[in-house]
């Protein structure tokens, strides 16, 4: 009887540790699933937003340019969403096999508590231990032997309610296991299905892009001249930023000198004021300018799309949006610049100590210069092109005269 008993301890305490463990692998590997399961939500959004805008975009030739860069982002979102639902079936797959093999544990172990408590009642049934325990006890030939046979019938009685609880609670967690089990194939049936459709969609758009491609190569002389225009109208933004800037940064330099004193060393760099570090301090979590957008053109030296060996030099980020859509101050600050240029159309600049938000293609402005705003206040609304059917929000930032790259600073989507 004490062997039975020890043993019983020994399996009880197997039980506590396959409760207690398989959870706790369970939560890791949960919150990898959430991971993916987060990545591939955006990224369906992303691709559902930029479906919309592309079936907005007119079938022009003026608008060839802006449906084959639509379709570029858009192959390249679906490309990255099939490869996240891939890594979504591997790890259903991997959780599948610790599921079974959890399963195949649990069922050996149910069949092993079951046999030895079958045991267990025989060897009882032999000693008389079942439906006699006082005459049991009531026989014994002292008091020491009474007590002993009190305790053992004790222990006993304590011994064979944990094994039948152990059962029972084995066998409830073998039912989870196997409706798990069941619950992942299905998710994987339908991770599975999703992966085949998308692949069928991104053929039609590679298909798509290529002969997009091709009758662009065929019209390569008239994307050069609208390639040259850019780069023009780019050039005027960008000297009168750049003289907006200097005027503004000079004009902020003397107030500060002037606060600090005569004694101030003209020489002297001058320590972050409160405005710049405020707004410093919000790098990478700025909200975005629109509500809702993607980015079109990247910061920084890029190739161009569709003219091999040719370079495009971005100051900013292109974010592609709704038409009309509201553009809003990323910080409060104030408003030092507003300029209109020839073929970007109306542009605004918001000083935040020694940083600068620019915000270009507007129309419909709703603020002047001098003006103090807030964040989230709206400055006006995205140009809308009437030949192509897309808007384009053109957005820098700038530390003094230095460029920075806004989507390090943009919160992530």
Known sequence: MQRLVLYGKHLFIFFLLTAWVTPQLSAQTSVEREKLEARRKKLQQEIKYTDRLLKKTRKTKRAMMRRYQAILRQVKAREELIATLQEEIN????????????????????????REYAGILRA????KLNGSSWLFVLSASGINDLLRRWLLLYQYSRFRQRQAKIISETRSMLQKRIQRLEERRLEKEALLKEEQWQNEVLAGELNQKDRLL?????????LKKELAKKKAD??????????????????????????????ASREEAPAMDAASLGFYNLKGHLPWPVKKGVVSAQFGRQPHPSI???????????????????????????????RFIQGLHYMVILRHGMFYTVYSNLEHLLVTKGDKVSRGQMLGRVYTDPQTGTAELHF???????RLNPSLWLKKR
Do not use: C, M, Y
């Open 91 to 114: 790890w259903l797959d991997a959780d599948i096999q610790r599921d079974s093999l959890v399963r195949q544990a649990l069922e050996q172990d149910l069949q092993r508590l079951e």
């Open 124 to 127: 009882a049934f032999r000693q």
């Open 214 to 222: 091709r009758t662009l190569r065929k019209d390569e002389n008239r």
């Open 234 to 263: 780019s050039r005027k933004l960008n000297n009168a930023i750049a003289d907006i800037i200097r005027k503004a940064e000079a004009e902020r330099r003397k107030k500060e000198r002037e606060a600090a004193g005569s004694s």
């Open 308 to 338: 091999p060996g040719i370079t495009i030099t971005n100051n900013g980020i292109d974010i592609q949006t709704d038409a009309q859509a509201r553009v809003l101050a990323v910080h409060q600050g104030e408003v030092v610049g507003l």
């Open 396 to 402: 820098e930032l700038w530390r003094d005269k230095d």
